[in-house]
């Protein structure tokens, strides 16, 4: 291990910027924590498995969700990388976003691929239907990031004029326009207000910090910036929770009525703010940090592995709780997440699903190089494959 940190650290270009890098692997690895964490089954008289979360028992551990809500800082870092890698582009702007597109897509397409093909294969072996049903839908769930993030990526020439303008305040209009629809869905006359309504915060929600991070990568943003960000974000989000009456969980609760996540709530947005404003304030004393070899390797691994950590750590914990199912309940994995026992069992078991998503991850981040030797053919049923998956888990 000292080895290969050592060589790591002879391979890293001195211009690097490892706190960047540092706060991305922070927002990667809440991903599946939060997921594993917050994410349990229940099994049924059939012996197959459902979504369930120990939220729906534990009110009181609905802030460990706004730890683990880190979207706000991946944003942030997305578009100050971003914004860098646009401003140094060689060719023009098509090539640069199909090149972006292309690295997001292959661990995409690659995952719904291999799911197409476990689906009849576990059916035949015996799996209920429910169970399959089951999995998709958590392979499927965290993979709407990426489309999001493609469609903010695709925005970011518009982000870099933004900034220019705006400087600081670029980020404002997305706040403002979360917050009339917010006003509106929730506010006294949200009975007349279409259900749909809410579908138009989807995108300013999420280019709310990509927005602040181009910002920042441009030099817009600064300390004192990131201190009113901080504590203005702060601020509103104690107000929301309190006065307003917001759901105090960063994640969908089943059985909810209102969540804030899909499609974010002006309380996403609020700890988005607050997170950058750390984020930004923290980055010198943290890029001092990853100085030290044995702290910047493990942040070369996870960034190195980023999709594949994205799009199959869901597989990796149900690689533990499918088999575990035809055993019946198993504290933990098919047991009712309504206990404080299930949590610490739970607990117990992420070394696992953590094991499995490497050993899994040896093989499917082949998905993340480029496909150069792949055939148009390979490349069409792959597509296929993909689309085949998609129809049946959204179906």
Known sequence: MKTLARTIEARTPAHRDRAVDGLRTLALLAVPTGHWLLGGFTLDADGAIHNASPLSAFGFFAP??????????????????????????????????????????????GVTAVWAVL???LHTAGVPDDTLRTASTLVVQPLWFVGVYLAVTALTPYCVRAAHRLGAWAAAPLLASVAVVDLLRYGPYAEAVPSWLSVLNILPGWLFAYQLGVSWGLRKVGPRHARALLLGGGALFAVLLLVFHYPASMVGVPGEARTNSHPPSLLVLALAAAQSGAAILVRDRLGRLLRRPALW????????????????????????????????PVAGLTTAPDTLGWIAARLAWMPLFAGLLLLIGRYARGFETPWTHASAVRRSAAGLLAVGFAVYALG
């Open 64 to 109: 460990v969700s706004w730890v683990l809500q880190m979207l706000g800082i991946f944003f942030l870092v997305g578009g100050y990388a971003s914004v860098l890698s646009y401003e140094r582009r060689a060719g023009s702007t098509g090539a640069w976003l199909r090149g972006r597109i292309a690295r997001l897509g292959r661990p995409v397409l």
């Open 119 to 121: 689906v009849p294969v």
């Open 297 to 328: 390797a493990p942040v070369v691994v996870v960034n190195l592995s980023a999709m594949t950590i994205l799009c199959w750590h869901q597989t990796a914990m149900l690689a533990a709780a499918v088999p575990a199912s035809f055993l019946g």
